[in-house]
């Protein structure tokens, strides 16, 4: 069974930065591409960004070189940068295995970007 944990979220002001973390297990961590997904209040989830295993990375466009996206396969980790937080930001943020249904995907870690 697939198992995704995230955490890192937070309470930031407008410009401020997170590091979000997932952990997971259950699959081949190593080989598998792994994706940030969010979901804002009453909004569909959307993709943010992905990464495979080697140094390939995909952002969604609204990211605009705000956000990065790491992982350590040796340590099971997979991180979410995020820089220049925008009130537009906030929502809930999940790590998946799938790019098109975020299904599996953890409990998610909430981001709030507040004044």
């Known amino acids: 069974e697939v198992q995704l944990v995230e955490s890192g979220g937070g309470l930031v002001p407008p410009g401020g930065s997170l590091t979000l973390s997932c952990t997971g297990s259950g699959f081949s961590f190593k080989d598998d591409w792994l994706y940030w997904a969010r979901q804002a209040p009453g909004k569909d989830l959307e993709y943010v960004a992905g990464a495979n295993s080697g140094l390939t990375r995909n952002y969604a466009r609204f990211v605009q070189r705000r956000f990065t996206v790491s992982r350590d396969n040796d340590k099971k980790m997979f991180y979410l940068h995020l820089n220049d937080l925008k009130v537009e930001d906030t929502a809930m943020y999940y790590c998946?295995?799938?790019?098109?249904?975020?299904?599996?995907r953890g409990q998610g870690t909430q981001v709030t970007v507040s004044s």
């Open positions: 998946s295995t799938n790019r098109q249904t975020f299904s599996p």
